[in-house]
C-alpha cells in the first residue's frame, strides 16, 4: 500500500498541505497510508523546511503546500511509474 508522509510542526501550511493530501487521495480513490509527521527529529530527516510531502520514501514537495489538483499529478506520475 502507498505510505504518504506529511511533515509538518502544525502551522496552517502543514495543516492545509495535510487537508490537500487527503483530499487528492480521496477524489483518485486509492488506497493510502497518511502519516502526519511534527516529530521534529523525524521531520530533519527528510525536509529541510516543512511542509513537506513524501510518497513512500521518495520526497515530492518540500517548503511549499501543493494544491489539491498539483498533489493528484504528482500521485498519478508517482504511481503509474511504480507499476511501469
Same mark, same amino acid.
Given at each position: 500500500? %502507498?505510505? @504518504?508522509? !506529511?511533515?509538518?510542526?502544525?502551522?496552517?501550511?502543514?495543516?492545509?498541505?495535510? &487537508?490537500? !493530501?487527503?483530499k487528492a487521495?480521496? #477524489?483518485?480513490n486509492? &488506497?493510502?497510508? @497518511? @502519516?502526519?509527521? $511534527?516529530? @521534529?527529529?523525524?521531520?530533519?530527516?527528510? !525536509?529541510?523546511?516543512?511542509?513537506?510531502?513524501?510518497?513512500?520514501d %521518495?520526497?515530492?514537495?518540500?517548503?511549499?503546500?501543493? $494544491?489539491? #489538483?498539483?498533489?493528484?499529478e504528482? %500521485?498519478?506520475?508517482? %504511481?503509474?511509474?511504480? #507499476?511501469?
Amino acid at each position: 500500500m %502507498l505510505v @504518504i508522509r !506529511v511533515f509538518g510542526t502544525g502551522c496552517p501550511k502543514c495543516d492545509q498541505a495535510y &487537508e490537500n !493530501v487527503k483530499k487528492a487521495v480521496e #477524489e483518485l480513490n486509492i &488506497e493510502a497510508e @497518511i @502519516i502526519k509527521v $511534527s516529530d @521534529i527529529n523525524e521531520i530533519a530527516e527528510w !525536509v529541510f523546511f516543512t511542509p513537506g510531502i513524501a510518497f513512500d520514501d %521518495l520526497l515530492v514537495f518540500e517548503g511549499e503546500t501543493p $494544491s489539491v #489538483e498539483e498533489i493528484k499529478e504528482e %500521485l498519478l506520475e508517482y %504511481l503509474k511509474e511504480k #507499476e511501469g
